[in-house]
């Protein structure tokens, strides 16, 4: 089965920035980890890692709780739903390399924030802070952005032209920041059995969107909504196409 996918706003080459700021600020010190886009509304970006706790070998994600044997990091995910200009880019970038920076000197628990802003956070982003024209956010919650946004909802949805029906089936936004796989299989064996003219994934806060039913997740049978023509074009030309199926 032929499908594209459309990473939204994949504008910045996320290993370049790395070896720039790692050169630049940490001495060279990082190690090499994953570097990739995502999407969320809620944060700019995360940095992870994997610990070994104490008085086992069992492999866990990162809990500030546990007794931690070692810790090594694995990934730093920089969120493609936010249109970041390069200067607040590289603030969430370089704030996740510092959580990077603490994980590789063995400090998965930073002192009085159980986020990993604490002390030793704050220490080395003051530190850093006086050698780049940015600002480095001391989080990475995208609070003010997030309440402008909310006057203008943001939906996921999927486009239905197939012979004879145009259709919608709206999401809140968000929804295929973890529901993107399954959604994708199931128009997947849909157009299977009936090829539709189009197909797509799309993220929009097109105000028409409003008046639609919202699905809280994926059913057995999904539903599509009729929509005007003039309104599926106008979506279509104006929202992120997160992924095409049939085209
Ligand atoms: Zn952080």
Redesign the pocket.
Known sequence: MKFKQFLTEEIFDLKRKYVHFNKLLFNDELPDINLRYGISKR?G???KAIAMKKKSNSITRYNPNAGVESIKPTEIMISTFWDLDEDSFNGIFV??M??IYLYSKGIAYTSGND???GTE?IQKLKELQKKVSFTIP???VMDVRMSQDLQQKMFDIVLVDKPGWIGVVVFNGGYFDKGLDEVKQYYERVNAYTKHNELLLVRSDHPSLLQYRINRKMKRQMASQEMDKKIFDEIKKNGSIILTIAS
Do not use: D, Q
Request: proline share 0%; charged share 25%.
């Open positions: 944060i970006g995360s940095a704030h996740e510092i959580h986020r990993g802003h956070f001391e989080t990475e």
